[in-house]
């Protein structure tokens, strides 16, 4: 089994004697970020599949398989070459991963133009599960506003009064506010936007603590969550102000931030504590496997390798039967991290979120834990857009 | 004067608190050559840069040919038949001989706003170009990337260069400064043969070359112009003497 | 002999980016189709950057800001209806040609690494407005609606015919380049790179030809953003991100600058490396800086100089 | 919102602060510039090398001072080796040479430290000691460790005025930034020189680093986002000059931090909220390029333009 990308000129060279793909191989392009700073989250990814690809003896749907990983730079147009290269050149069956909203705005119409399957194993903007939705295009993941939508149901049933809203000023941003907004109907103090990727989060403070809100709500992934956090804690306001956030906190960034994320609530469809057979034999495989904590973007990413594997196995192997493979995903009928689960007329999944704290274990480390469950079998506000029936 | 070129009125020049120019007046005739001398430090070289425009000066102005050309900046007045030689020896070491005065001959043309035709293969820059490098004895030479000639030889296409723009003034910054004794010699020659049809203002050391070459001599000490004169007449001068020639020996 | 080289390094790579499609059919890969047709269209942006970095010596650090309005002035249109190839393409130019009139009036002023940093804030503060156009996607960009139509058997959709039109506009601006830098025009130019002091000395004012160049090289950038646009059917402001500007500089500087050829061996080298590398391991940059480094540090006049031997460029 | 004027202060008080960072990294970058004459892209990958030195150097001897005193000398190492294999050749050439090369570098540094300490931002948090607030004024306290940042960089910037001024090690670097022949008439060996101060510029890098981690969050390519910044300070204080660096950090850091601010706010008053929230953010984080091209338009060569150069 070969699981790293042939090289282009090495292909090309190979292309004129090679013999046609076997139709007994599967073959899956996973497509996410591998170099550079954003890595992190992909090498989590592609551990997730590596393991999943164990757990299932190296075979999918009963087939062999063929996994061939791409680098997408956190760029739209060389991921949408990777598209074109794993559909053109490898001619898989799959084309799968994917981190980024627009990464995945240019790489999914062009899989599923391709009469291919995308299996969306994170990014999910609104477009896909509207106007743009497709019956080869499923996610394992959700609809980019559940998540803020979920916190934004958590305050306002809390009947915090005020709160001050921060995100970086980019469309994912606005997003995640107006997705609290559409639950959130309390008074939004302060809105405020920040420059993509900024380091330094002192002036916003001083402005946030002079508004005196009764919470904040931030949503700053990766490096910048790190900093706010950080930045937050040192400007003493962790015990003042209670923190709410979307997709800030995650396994990656606690350890890089520990103490300064105590105490801090974010809303999520999966935990590595959900109690269900499938997710702890995925926890506690992965952190023997790797020797550390799972993160979401691996356990959709996990689900993904076993959704496609459900979806050959309904069809008995025939790669070709696309109908039938398409009508086995509707039923998600897979043993799924996040527990049983249905899909939406879009293909997005129907879902439960959860509201997470970041508390101490016995053993002293930092960890997300569930506390309790704020939408069950959440549907995604864009479903009715989607002219998909069935 | 109506036959004067050149009208430099109340020229100065400040860097920090050094007087580069101070409040120099000389004039220029038509056909003239006229020579600056002065020990190092005199500022012999910033007034040339102030004539060639590179320079802007702090008052004073400069009338060329009856036109006030005090704030133009140096192309406009190198179009207006300006042209220099620098101290340091300045050319398109890149490029060939021949183009480098294929440049100067199309500067002096204008419309260099042309974006298909070849320029190596116009005659009409062509020509001139060959005949100024003919002219200056580099005729041989022509094809030889300019870095690769000998210094001599680059300072005789800067001359060239300045001769295809078909100048109605040279300003030449020590033309002969490190020469050997033939190619200085040739130099002189050369300018000599000048002389005459072009006014041509001198900044040079090489007294021989001064004497010969000069038809006026200015003294410059201190960013003042102590005496202007036929060459005998400042030889003769004792304020030339003590000022300038005294120093120079002591 | 070094010219017959040249010519034959010319027509043989010519000839074999012409046979690519053929080719590519035969063995059933179209993928080559796509990948080959990218790094001609990176090779655009970096024969246009070499016209005023290579000939001009005008160090620009935001070339990838043409990129970015050429790939907008297809989205724009297009996410409003309008998918005129002829109007899209136009527009593309004109706009980035007048992008670069005024980028180039205010940091032709400057020289040196003053003029390097002003043209990267120049691309930064396009990359910013890009980010808050929230209308055509913002950050996340968005898709281009369809690819640009210009009629007739000119069909963008037909992988090969897009492929032959990316081919066309590269050996057209490869030609046109060519007879710039001969012309008088082009001799001002790399004379004031040459020697700036004496170029004015013999009546030239190198600013406005500079600027004109400057925005020659804008409009091509913007062509070669048009391009990109209809090849990835998908634009965000992430083209005009100072990395990318890096980027298509290398490019120049790989192949060897000044040679307009150069270029786009540099394009096709450098996409074919991040491709190989990257498929050997995730860590793949730490290969590619020292390599970069090692070409800066030796090959001086970049791979062109060595494919077509001596004297590839004068002046 | 209204703009009181203590929140005034404590804003004023953060662009200071903002402005000493960009300063700590400005400082060395500037020297480097102005005395080599070389573009150094890779002093934001010192800047990385320095936090990550420090943390380790922290988490190793258990104390944030001692680890930022060893992170110092081992960056300054790291800064000599880098000039000595890569960049020692690259002084006579141009900037566009100078500038791949140090791009090439980046790359180089990025995924070393990935390799080393992994892709994922690694643990840093201030020192507990320094952990605390004190009050600016009634009502406004203001984080120690940030003043604490303040403080340091006022030394360095004295430490630099009484280098550059007071020694004769300064004054050869005052000559070498205005007059590269005159400096080897002097008898310096110019090769040294050079290798002293690109080490003098990475420790500087590398303190601003360890400053920062704290802070920040200390990943692969950390240095990038602030060194587009700092090249924007020293362009605008003018290449080359320490007063300029001081100027201009404290003026970017000034316009950055004011901007973010208080920008919305004040557009608001002119147009419509609505209008205020979209132009507000996109206006303020093109403020300090804008200010740049404004500089580099009525002064080409800076504010405190290093004397004698052309």
Known sequence: MRTTRRAALAGFLVALVAAPASAQTVKIGFITTLSGPQGAIGEHMKNSVELALDHLGRKVGGLDVEVIYGDDQVKPDVGKQLADEMLKKHKVHFVSGVIWSNVMLAVAPTVTGAGTF????????HELAGKMCHELFFTTSWQNDQTPEAMGKYMQDQNITDVYAMAPNYAAGKDMIAGVKRYFKNKIVGEVYTQLGQQDYQAEISQLRAASPKAVFVFYPGGMGIQFL????QAGLRGQIPLYSVYTVDEISLPAVKEAALGQFETRYWSPDLKNEANQKYVVDYRKKYGKMPVFYGAQSYDGIMLIDAAVKAVKGDLTNKKGMIAAMRQADYKSTRGPYKYNVNHFPIENFYLLKAVQDPSGELVMQIQKTVFENHKDSYSAECPMKW | MADTLLAIRGLSKRFGGLLASDRIDLDVARGETHAIIGPNGAGKTTLIGQLAGDLRPDSGSIHFAGQDVTRLDAPHRARRGLARSFQVTSIFREFSALDNVTLAVQAHAGRSFRFWRSARSEPALREPARAALEAVGLGARADVLAARLAHGEQRQ????????????????????AGMGLDESQKMVRFLAMLRRRITIVLVEHDMDAVFTLADRISVMVYGRIIATGTPSEVRGSDDVRRAYLGEDRA | MAISRRTLALVAGGALLALVPPIAALTNQPFYLDLFRRMMIFAIAAVSLDLILGYGGMVSFGHAAYLGIGAYAVGIPAFHGVDNGWLQWGLAIAASALAAAVIGAVSLRTSGVSFIMITLAFAQMLYYLGISLETYGGDNGMRLAGRSRFGGPIDLREPAVFYYVVLAILVLLLTLGNRLVASRFGMVIRAARSNEVRARAIGFSPFRYKLTAFVIAGGAGGLAGALLANQTEYLTPDFMHWTRSGEIMFMVILGGMGTLFGPVIGAVVLLLLEDVLSALTTHWQIILGPILILVVLFAKRGLFGLVAGAETRDG | MSINFALLLEQTLNGLQYGVMLFLMAAGLTLVFGIMNLVNLAHGSLYMV???????????????????????????????????VALRTLYERDHLDQVLATFGLI???????????????????????????????????????????ILVGIAVAIMLWALVTRTRLGMRIRAGASNRTMISALGVDIRQLYTFVFGLGAALAGLAGAMAGPVYSVQPGMGEGILIQVFVVIVIGGIGSIRGAVVGAIVVGMADTLGRAFLKPLLATIISPPAA????????????????????FFRPEGLFPARGRS
Not at chain 4, 112 to 131: D, E, K, N, Q, Y
Request: net charge neutral; proline share 8%; aromatic share 10%.
């Open chain 1, 230 to 233: 950080k930045q937050y804690a």
């Open chain 2, 157 to 176: 296409l800067e001359i060239a260069m300045a001769l295809a723009t078909e100048p109605r003034m040279l300003l030449l910054d020590e033309p002969v």
């Open chain 1, 118 to 125: 995308m299996i969306g194993t994170n990014a999910g903007p």
């Open chain 4, 277 to 296: 929230d979209k132009a507000g953010p996109a206006l303020a984080s093109m403020s300090i390029y804008l200010l740049m091209a404004a500089v580099l």
């Open chain 4, 50 to 84: 320095g936090a990550y030195l420090a943390t380790a150097f922290t988490e190793k001897t258990g104390s944030f001072v001692l680890g930022v005193a060893l992170a110092l000398p081992a960056t300054l190492l790291v800064g000599v080796v880098v000039e000595i």
């Open chain 4, 107 to 149: 790359l180089f540094f990025n995924e070393l430290v990935a390799i080393v300490w992994g892709r994922a931002a690694i643990f840093t948090s201030v020192p507990p000691f320094l952990s605390g607030h004190f009050r600016v004024l009634p009502g406004l306290p203001y984080p120690t460790y940030r003043a604490v940042i």
